[in-house]
């Protein structure tokens, strides 16, 4: 692979680890902490996420558990529970609260895998993006005589087969999140 490529790859490499833990927050048949992880809770003047004031475990298919490290903060846990867009109702069980999410219907799993499938397009608009910012440098290189016109037409090849590459992953991801999410 071409210096230029290889050196780039790595925005890339970041397009696909941000789709990986974005769909992470789509609901499938079982839920998943990652639900809940990133919810802003306040506590004592400062927003954190809740990943970070408590432990969470999914103990059941459809049920969050959220146990609080400090008893002070299990209001606010349960206040920006009830604020986000999770639409579920937060229940306080003496020193823990549980979510129980109901079973998704075929309409909100056909709803979640459009979702997903936004993401999947936005990821690959971004690693366009990436491919044009990248073939902008080689091009740049050739006319300022750094490279050959062999080595620039091996750079876009290999940039070509890279993309490539990337799209057959986000394709692989796209499919088997779709069938976590279809999966009763």
């Known amino acids: 692979?071409?210096?230029?490529?290889?050196?780039?790859?790595?925005?890339?490499?970041?397009?696909?680890?941000?789709?990986?833990?974005?769909?992470?927050?789509?609901?499938?048949?079982?839920v998943s902490p990652s639900l809940v992880e990133s919810v802003k809770v306040e506590s004592y003047g400062v927003f954190s996420d809740l990943m970070q004031l408590a432990s969470i475990s999914s103990p059941e298919p459809h049920t969050i558990v959220i146990k609080p490290w400090d008893k002070g903060v299990l209001k606010s846990i349960?206040?920006?529970?009830?604020?986000?867009?999770?639409?579920?109702?937060?229940?306080?069980?003496?020193?823990?609260?549980?979510?129980?999410?109901?079973?998704?219907?075929e309409e909100g799993r056909r709803e979640l895998v459009k979702i997903l499938?936004?993401?999947?397009?936005?990821?690959?608009?971004?690693?366009?993006?990436?491919?044009?910012?990248?073939?902008?440098?080689?091009?740049?290189?050739?006319?300022?005589k750094e490279l050959s016109e062999d080595e620039k037409f091996n750079a876009l090849e290999d940039l070509d087969k890279l993309t490539k590459d990337y799209n057959e992953k986000i394709k692989e991801i796209g499919l088997k999140k779709e069938e976590e999410i279809m999966k009763i």
């Not at 692979?1 to 927050?25: C, F, G, P, W």
């Not at 936005?122 to 044009?132: F, I, N, S, Y």
């Open 1 to 30: 692979m071409h210096s230029i490529v290889e050196n780039n790859k790595i925005q890339y490499d970041k397009a696909l680890d941000y789709l990986r833990n974005d769909i992470t927050s789509l609901r499938t048949g079982r």
């Open 117 to 144: 499938n936004k993401k999947l397009e936005e990821t690959k608009v971004a690693l366009r993006g990436h491919r044009e910012k990248i073939k902008d440098l080689v091009l740049a290189a050739e006319r300022n």
């Open 78 to 105: 349960e206040k920006a529970l009830q604020t986000s867009d999770l639409n579920v109702n937060p229940v306080v069980d003496g020193e823990i609260v549980r979510l129980n999410f109901p079973p998704l219907t």
